[in-house]
C-alpha cells in the first residue's frame, strides 16, 4: 500500500517448463548438461549443471531447449574449475563438438594450457586458463565459424558482433554440442554449463542468441 510494484518479467508455460518472455532474464531457461550421454565417469551436480570427471571422459551439452540447434548465431558460457591443471601429455578441453558425445577432434575447443584446437589441430594459443574463468563462446552456425573470449574480453582479434576474427570450423552442419572433454588425466576437472541468459556473467553478442534458443 502506497507504494509502486516492478515488474521484472513475465512467464509463460513452454514445453519442459516456464520461459522468461519479457524482463532483464528474457528467453527459456539454461539447459544442464546432458547426464544421459556420457563417455567414461561423469560425476554430475548442481541439478546436472556441474559435470566432473578425474578420468578421461566426455560429455555434452542437450541441444535448444526447443528442439535441435539449427542454422543461426549462438552465445554460451563454459565455466572450468580445477585445483592445478596438469599441463604435459594431459588434456581438458572446454568448446563444442559435432558428435554427441564427443571432443575437439571432431569441433573446435579452448584447452585448460590455452591451446585452441580445431578439428583435432591446435590453431592457436590464446594463454592458459584459470580456474573459474568464464569461458565465452559464440558460434556462426550458418558458415562454420568459432569466436572465444575470457571474463567478459573477446581474444585473438575475435569480434562476433562483426564476425570478424573467429577460427573456421570444417564441418558443414549447424548441429554442434557444448563439450567438455579430458584425457589422460589423474587429477580432479569440473565445468559449469550456461546457456541461457538466467546463468550468463556478460551480454550475448549483437545479432546473436542464447545457446539454447532454436533458429536464431
Known amino acids: 500500500p502506497g507504494g509502486r510494484w516492478r515488474l521484472e518479467g513475465l512467464l ?100 585448460l594450457g590455452g591451446d585452441i584446437v580445431v578439428d583435432g589441430v591446435v590453431v592457436d594459443n590464446l594463454g592458459a586458463l584459470a580456474s573459474n574463468d568464464v569461458v565465452m563462446i559464440a558460434i556462426d552456425a550458418f558458415s562454420n565459424f568459432i569466436y572465444f573470449g575470457k571474463n567478459g574480453t573477446w581474444l585473438g582479434g575475435a569480434d562476433p558482433a562483426s564476425l570478424t576474427g573467429g577460427y573456421a570450423l570444417s564441418g558443414l552442419t549447424p548441429d554442434y554440442y557444448l563439450s567438455f572433454f579430458g584425457d589422460d588425466i589423474e587429477s580432479s576437472y ?13 551480454a550475448v553478442p549483437p545479432g546473436f542468441t542464447a545457446w539454447n534458443v532454436q533458429g536464431a
Open 12 to 111: 509463460e508455460q513452454r514445453g519442459r517448463g516456464l520461459t522468461v518472455i519479457d524482463g532483464p532474464n528474457s528467453g527459456p531457461p539454461s539447459n544442464p548438461w546432458n547426464s544421459a550421454n556420457e563417455l567414461g565417469t561423469v560425476v554430475f551436480t548442481n541439478a546436472d549443471f556441474t559435470a566432473t570427471f578425474s578420468a578421461p571422459a566426455t560429455v555434452v551439452s542437450i541441444e535448444a531447449a526447443e528442439g535441435s540447434l539449427g542454422d543461426g548465431l549462438y552465445y554460451a558460457e563454459l565455466v572450468p574449475s580445477f585445483a592445478a591443471f596438469e599441463g604435459g601429455a594431459s588434456t581438458v578441453i572446454v568448446g563444442v563438438s559435432r558428435s554427441n558425445p564427443g571432443g575437439p577432434s571432431d569441433g573446435a575447443g579452448f584447452d
Open 190 to 202: 569440473s565445468c559449469s554449463i550456461r546457456t541461457g541468459t538466467d546463468r550468463f556473467s556478460y
